[in-house]
């Protein structure tokens, strides 16, 4: 049987190392892609949308879109991603916290490039309005990004209860 050749096995390798951190439940969920620049012979550009629920906040989903790079470089997972992504978090059902969380944690990230950049989603609580505030952005090793996105969720009643959790009950610190 013959191995791969070296190249090959490169490729692979750093294919394997670019691809999004997934989540514990095998990452966010892909609403649509839209095709933005069209290439003849390789992948277009898009915009992808995306959803993930807080993994520490039940009721809570946000959806960002991102753009993805086409070309042959976007096709093997080469391509530096830009940093331009939106943020919509919003309340879908009865919010529940399931343990104490710190302002700023991190509620989902993903490599943006090969080894340089990530996008991250952290969460916050605006303690005095009873808000959870989300934000999104980048981080590049060299020199940042000062890309960002922010969202909130007002956390509200649910059903016939009447009452809503404090998120200030349930930060550390």
Request: hydrophobic share 40%; charged share 20%.
């Amino acid at each position: 049987m013959k191995s791969l050749p070296l190249a090959a096995t490169a490729l692979i390798v750093a294919c394997l190392a670019g691809a999004p951190a997934l989540a514990a439940d095998g990452g966010p969920d892909l609403i649509f892609r839209k095709s933005t620049v069209f290439k003849l012979l390789t992948p277009n550009d898009k915009l992808a949308t995306y959803a993930i629920d807080d993994p520490e906040v039940e009721g809570v989903a946000c959806h960002y879109t991102v753009p993805e790079r086409g070309g042959l470089a976007g096709a093997f997972g080469l391509a530096e991603q830009v940093s331009d992504i939106s943020l919509a978090c919003r309340q879908y059902g009865p919010i529940s916290f399931k343990s104490k969380f710190e302002q700023g944690d991190v509620v989902f990230q993903e490599r943006r490039s090969l080894i340089f950049k990530k996008m991250q989603i952290v969460r916050g609580c605006d303690a005095k309005r009873n808000v959870l505030v989300y934000m999104v952005y980048s981080d590049k090793l060299v020199e940042g990004s000062p890309k960002n996105s922010t969202s909130t969720v007002p956390i509200m009643p649910w059903g016939p209860t009447g009452t809503a959790p404090r998120c200030a009950d349930f930060v550390k610190g």
